[in-house]
């Protein structure tokens, strides 16, 4: 299942998804030191540094959504 996260903080939430199995795709956080944390536990997750509304239209299509 190909997840995105929104307002990801530090990616707890996100660990639990891979935890169960699943990859989470792209996470979309404003605070860069969460964003570092992202990668520094996940580095094959994609990592936005931004505000969610600036991107959330041009995003494609996921299995589900977290945050």
């Known amino acids: 299942m190909k997840c995105l ?3 990801s903080g530090a990616d707890n ?3 639990g998804v891979r935890q169960a199995g699943h990859k989470v795709s792209l996470c979309i956080e404003m605070n860069t030191d ?11 997750t994609e990592v936005i540094n ?7 239209e041009s995003l494609g299509p996921f299995d589900c959504v977290i945050g």
Not at 34 to 44: A, H, M
Not at 50 to 56: E, N, P, T
Request: one cysteine or more.
């Open 5 to 7: 996260s929104l307002y």
């Open 13 to 15: 939430l996100g660990d």
């Open 34 to 44: 969460c964003c570092k944390t992202i990668k520094l536990n996940d580095p094959d």
């Open 50 to 56: 931004g505000k969610v509304s600036d991107f959330i």
